[in-house]
T-cell receptor
């Protein structure tokens, strides 16, 4: 079945530091890949997505590239802010229309001023 | 911007009681989901619903759980006899045609005492 593995957390950075959160997946065919963010006390919000190999999703300074050869979708940001503190979830959705999302474990990011 | 809404935001119940969590998905969406997140853990898929029937369910979704779309707008999750381990945040989500973004509600926190 499908699965998603994220780097172990939590991650603590200083403001303006470079961020990488690793995500690898196992799936058959050509899944769509997503990063969701959960701010304290809130629900899940889509941060970015990529639907085919070599696509790059980007939003709010975050980027992730769909790498089929390494089955990865690592999240990066060049300069994090305190407001980026949240839990980040990597997820995948199968090829079938309406497929469920399978989530990774989530990575808690704390950015200190 | 259209959104998924959930009620109640927080419910406290005694073990063995029935609970109904309500969701209003985005109006033109076709696929509906329930996920749950036990505190500090991964977001887990419970069930998906399409064309007025369950399309997929996880091993968590046993006979104590049921879903219903009683009218054209609401999508409910019922837990017949709650257990302590049902304490979690329950997220409703919906999706339109195809395999695009899943939109999540802000969640209903269930506390079973």
């Amino acid at each position: 079945g499908n699965s998603v593995t994220q780097m172990e957390g939590p991650v603590t950075l200083s403001e303006e530091a470079f961020l990488t959160i690793n995500c690898t997946y196992t799936a058959t065919g050509y899944p769509s890949l997503f990063w969701y963010v959960q701010y304290p006390g809130e629900g899940l919000q889509l941060l970015l997505k990529a639907t085919k190999a070599d696509d790059k999703g980007s939003n709010k300074g975050f980027e992730a590239t769909y790498r089929k050869e390494t089955t990865s979708f690592h999240l990066e940001k060049g300069s994090v802010q305190v407001s980026d503190s949240a839990v980040y979830f990597c997820a995948l959705s199968g090829e079938t229309s309406g497929s469920r999302l399978t989530f990774g474990e989530g990575t808690q990011l704390t950015v200190n001023p | 911007e259209p959104e998924v809404t959930q009620t109640p935001s927080h419910q406290v119940t005694q073990m063995g009681q029935e609970v109904i969590l309500r969701c209003v998905p985005i109006s033109n969406h076709l696929y509906f989901y329930w996920y749950r997140q036990i505190l500090g853990q991964k977001v887990e898929f419970l069930v998906s619903f399409y064309n007025n029937e369950i399309s997929e369910k996880s091993e968590i979704f046993d006979d104590q759980f049921s879903v219903e779309r009683p009218d054209g707008s609401n999508f409910t999750l019922k837990i017949r006899s709650t257990k302590l381990e049902d304490s979690a945040m329950y997220f409703c989500a919906s999706r339109g045609q195809g395999n695009g973004e899943l939109f999540f509600g802000e969640g209903s926190r269930l506390t079973v005492l």
